[in-house]
């Protein structure tokens, strides 16, 4: 399976984007897709992730109320949507896939290339 991230972007405080994350090849039932950022100067950190075969879904409590993840499983592709945007949300935007509900990093083996979303105040 390959990731592949798209739709960040430069917007204002208070604004909202939604960011995509394409799979190529099949995901199972069992997968979780995580979606991850990295601010400059700061560790990778978990933001959202959804359970692809029944859609069950976690949130950092950073984004909880704010941001939502949703999947569309006929285009295999994995959304977060993201309202309410903050300067301390600018950061790259990872997608990745793991074989079992985590939180780190380390709990995903399948990762794609970031998308950099940027907000100003």
């Known amino acids: 399976v390959q990731l592949q991230a798209s739709g960040g972007g430069l917007l204002q405080a208070g604004g909202s984007l939604r960011v995509s994350c394409a799979a190529s090849?099949?995901?199972?039932?069992?997968?979780?897709m995580g979606w991850f950022r990295q601010a400059p100067g700061k560790e990778r950190e978990f933001v959202a992730a959804?359970?692809?075969?029944?859609?069950?879904?976690y949130y950092a409590d950073s984004v909880k109320g704010r941001f939502t993840v949703s999947r569309d499983t006929a285009k295999n592709t994995v959304y977060l949507h993201m309202n309410n945007l903050k300067p301390d949300d600018t950061a790259v935007y990872y997608c990745?896939?793991?074989?079992?509900?985590?939180?780190?990093?380390?709990?995903?083996?399948?990762w794609g290339a970031g998308t950099l979303v940027t907000v100003s105040s």
């Open positions: 990745a896939r793991g074989n079992s509900l985590g939180y780190a990093p380390a709990d995903y083996n399948v």
């Open positions: 090849g099949r995901l199972f039932s069992s997968h979780i």
């Open positions: 959804i359970r692809w075969g029944r859609g069950s879904t």
